[in-house]
């Protein structure tokens, strides 16, 4: 934090105790101790006393207090016993506890710190040491319940400032899809579609919603390296030549290279280069198989052949969801992962009303 944040922060809380008596709570069982410290403190804080832990407990209910002097030699409930019992409330547990007692062993000392005291004062009250160690305690609370709210601030602007980048990106990413899909009449809406079908399987497979929000990024750029191939062959509606069909097969390469670099996303390129690979080895640019194959691609490349199949081609129209339903099945182990094909086949028998199908 900036010196000048500080400076900010340490001048408002000179204000706020200028201005606001912070309240103060004493805790004993004896009426004289109760009426002295309320004689040193009551000068510059708002002081009240209650003679038992039972009472402080109701006065906190009902009260916002800044400190507690808590007596630890009292009867019924002692002062230990109460710090046990406050730090189990949520809403109390923060409350700054200095204890006084006449007790001067080192034990009661170390005990009264480990239950959670931030001070120590013994009887009896010496007017100059419990006013200005009292003080010192309120002071470093403030200073410390600001530099909190401050971080809380920060906090809460750097998520906004991220969750607007986040929308950014997302945007970016949605309209270099749709420039990709451009490129084709018979995939428009394409790799939008993906992204849903893979974040859908993400889903079901009990994914974080990190790894269902990344999995729709990469699903959005999946067919990036397309922009690299001749619109002539992409769009080209009788059958392509040996040559022509090597050529498409090198998108998912250029689509690696073009995404490799984009660091904050480093998995993006899995989707890219190899969502066209088949589980059984078979497939491309690298013949990988099995669990080789990322999950994710694996992923992509189930919800990229039932989008494939879904939707009109220059060359047939759509195929009907029972069709696409069986030759899933049959593909199942051999071109897809059999565990994610079983995914998509169940997500294909809930969607009775055919919502997945291009209209």
């Known amino acids: 934090m900036e010196r000048n944040d500080l400076t900010r922060i340490h001048n408002t809380e000179e204000e706020d105790i200028n201005t606001k008596k912070s309240h103060i709570l004493v805790v004993d069982d004896d009426a004289m101790n109760l009426f002295i410290a309320k004689r040193i403190l009551s000068a ?10 039972k009472e402080a ?50 034990e009661s000392e170390v005990k009264c710190f480990e239950l959670g005291a931030v001070d120590f004062i013994t009887k009896p009250f010496i007017d100059e040491i419990m006013f200005q160690r009292t003080s010192r305690t309120l002071e470093l609370s403030h200073l410390q319940k600001s530099l909190q ?22 945007q970016v990413m949605q309209t270099l899809a749709g420039t990709i899909d451009a490129k084709d009449k018979y995939t428009n809406g394409h790799s939008v579609r993906v992204a849903d079908y893979s974040a859908m399987i993400a889903t079901k497979m009990n994914m974080t919603q990190e790894e ?13 390296g397309k922009i690299g191939i001749p619109d002539e062959i ?15 097969k090198t998108h998912p390469v250029i689509g690696s290279e073009i995404l490799e670099k984009m660091s904050e996303l480093p998995d993006i390129m899995v989707g890219a280069r190899w969502h066209h690979e088949r589980y059984d080895g078979k497939g491309y640019p690298d013949k990988l198989a099995g669990a080789d194959i990322p ?45 994610i094909a079983t995914i998509m086949i169940k997500i294909i028998d809930e969607d009775t009303d055919y919502r997945f199908r291009e209209k």
């Open 212 to 224: 269902i929000d990344n999995i729709y990024y990469i699903g959005l750029l999946h067919d990036i």
């Open 44 to 53: 510059k804080f708002e002081v009240n006393t209650v003679s038992s832990g």
């Open 295 to 339: 999950l994710v691609a694996r992923i992509i490349g189930v919800a990229d052949a039932y989008d494939a199949m879904s939707s009109t081609r220059s060359y047939r129209g759509i195929l009907p969801q029972e069709v696409i339903r069986n030759e899933i099945q049959k593909c199942a182990g051999s071109q897809f992962d059999p565990e």
């Open 57 to 106: 407990f109701s006065y906190l209910e009902e009260n916002e207090t800044d400190l507690i002097l808590l007596d630890i030699c009292m009867p019924e409930m002692d002062g230990f016993t109460f710090m046990k019992l406050i730090k189990e409330k949520p809403v109390l547990k923060e409350i700054p506890i200095i204890c006084l007692t006449a007790d001067n062993e080192q």
């Open 149 to 170: 709210n401050e971080v809380e601030y920060k906090t809460r602007k750097l998520e906004k400032r991220s969750r607007q980048l986040k929308r950014m990106t997302v």
């Open 234 to 248: 992409i769009n080209k509606t009788s059958k392509l030549t040996d040559e022509e069909y090597a050529i498409i």
